[in-house]
């Protein structure tokens, strides 16, 4: 059974502060996401990457970057932390194929920013 | 941009009566996939159209895709407290591994 886990389960933070989240898949999968959840808004993709080292800009990427220095791990960065994205934070893994595969996703991140 | 319209946002029904949410989506898409969020959980994968037309079943829920490709729904009968969450669609188009999901509906069942 895939498993993809997040760091931390509730995060609070201070405005301005530089905020890591982590997201690590066991199944050896290609692809891996990131996404924003708010009420009323849905599940928005910010970043997602196809491969180690590659990424590709979501629909809300602006004040938001990631890193994927390998297979596993998949990092959304904060770089300077604001109210505006204090959010819930889900990860989400597929492996490599036609991009038609169930998308595995960790148990979230509820961030807040103060 | 591509965008995927879900309605409604809120349904509440009494037990045993039926629930459906529908998905529009303004381009063409390559497959759509239904996924369920409990209360306090993750998003669940439920089932994947790809074919035009294309209807599905798992037990009391209904999956359908549309001709065009462009709109799906999901139908459940006789709705249980169990089926309790949010039901999202997720549309990709051709060419890109990217997913836009729907607003989400969100379903209370109540005894």
């Known amino acids: 059974d895939v498993k993809v886990t997040q760091s931390s389960r509730y995060l609070v933070k201070r405005t301005g502060e530089k905020v890591f989240l982590e997201c690590v898949q066991d199944?050896?999968?290609?692809?891996m996401f990131w996404y924003r959840q708010d009420p009323g808004l849905g599940l928005r993709l910010i970043y997602f990457s196809y491969d180690v080292k590659m990424k590709e800009k979501g629909d809300i990427p602006e004040g938001y970057s990631v890193s994927r220095e390998k297979k596993e791990r998949f990092s959304l960065i904060l770089e300077s932390a604001s109210t505006n994205q204090t959010s819930m934070y889900l990860c989400a893994s597929t492996p490599t194929d036609r991009g038609d595969q169930p998308q595995h996703f960790g148990d979230g991140t509820r961030l807040s920013i103060l | 941009g591509q965008q995927v319209m879900q309605i409604p946002q809120y349904q509440h029904v009494q037990e045993g009566e039926d629930f459906t949410t529908y998905c529009n989506s303004s381009t063409t898409l390559s497959n759509i996939q239904w996924y369920k969020q409990r209360p306090g959980g993750h998003p669940v994968f439920l089932i994947q159209l790809v074919k035009s037309g294309e209807v599905k079943k798992q037990k009391r829920l209904t999956f359908q895709f549309g001709e065009a490709k462009k709109n799906s729904s999901l139908h459940i009968t006789a709705t249980q407290t169990t089926d309790v969450g949010t039901y999202f669609c997720?549309?990709?188009?051709?060419?890109?591994?990217?997913?836009?999901f729907g607003t989400g509906t969100r379903l209370k069942v109540l005894a």
């Open positions: 199944m050896d999968h290609e692809n």
């Open positions: 997720a549309g990709r188009t051709s060419g890109t591994y990217k997913y836009i």
